[in-house]
């Protein structure tokens, strides 16, 4: 029974790690096991060999949520592209009080947080207005060369870090930088172009950013949550749908919305926040 477990919990981690706005980091405190995982990823052979044959079917899985989501999502922004980026969108809202939850779970927002977050939600409008401006996104490029897989490994490489942070999603940071798309593509096309500079980014995100995201959530926690909350507050100028209007799109997109935001914000109000 434990085995099965193991593998709903990877399995549900999986997909959360799709959807832009779910955090996979959430899903990990929420099942108990973030301790476990979060130290066989900064590679504590203590707690690997501890927990082993659990990790092993986490593992499995975790990968058989990715590829098979993958599908899904996939056809999803074929067919339905404004209620899909609207539910998106609900599910980053919705994910906002988590986000402030464990940020001040030992002290209060001063005015200097505002820094942070102003920096960061300027990056991240910034990022998505020049895209505007380029005519043509970063999302509908021709990867080739190495500026692209330099592209896809910095991208996958920074939403590995942030998906081991519960509360944060890993896939809206690719969103933000316009690799979203064209990573799940890949994974149904099998693109190794598009999959071994992601796949290589995301091992190290995973690794290194364990060890980093520990220290720096110890020493500024308030400023990194701060940030994070810019990032939030960008995204969702950034995947803001291109369709809405008055049209029906637009209102079964704000169902999907409504559903977005009720699915976060009932996850993050029974998620318990560790204190460290």
Request: charged fraction near 10%; proline fraction near 3%; aromatic fraction near 14%.
């Amino acid at each position: 029974m434990q085995h099965i477990l193991a593998v709903l919990y990877g399995l549900v981690f999986g997909i959360a790690n799709i959807i832009p706005g779910v955090s996979g980091g959430t899903m990990l405190v929420v099942f108990g096991c973030y301790d476990k995982v979060c130290g066989a990823l900064s590679l504590n052979l203590k707690e690997i060999k501890k927990n082993l044959i659990f990790l092993i079917f986490f593992g499995i899985g975790a990968a058989c949520g990715i590829v098979g989501f993958s599908f899904v999502i996939t056809w999803l922004f074929e067919n339905f592209p404004t209620e899909t980026y609207m539910f998106f969108i609900g599910l980053i809202v919705g994910s906002i009080p988590l986000i402030i939850k464990n940020a001040t779970v030992k002290e209060k927002f001063r005015p200097s947080c505002a820094v942070p977050f102003i920096l960061a939600l300027a990056v991240v409008v910034g990022l998505a207005m020049l895209e505007q401006f380029s005519g043509s996104g970063i999302a509908d490029a021709q990867f080739t060369g190495i500026f692209s897989a330099a592209l896809f490994l910095g991208a996958a490489f920074i939403a590995a870090v942030a998906m081991i942070i519960p509360g944060v999603s890993g896939s809206f940071i690719m969103v933000l930088f316009g690799t979203y798309r064209p990573v799940i593509e890949s994974i149904k096309s099998l693109n190794f172009a598009i999959l071994i500079p992601t796949a290589v980014g995301v091992l190290a995100g995973l690794v290194l950013g364990a060890r980093l995201i520990t220290y720096l959530l110890k020493k500024y926690r308030l400023m990194v949550f701060s940030a994070i909350l810019g990032l939030v507050a960008g995204s969702i100028y950034a995947i803001f749908p291109a369709g809405f209007g008055f049209n029906l799109d637009t209102l079964f997109g704000l169902f999907t919305l409504a559903a977005g935001f009720a699915v976060s914000f009932i996850v993050g109000k029974h998620t318990t926040v560790e204190k460290d």
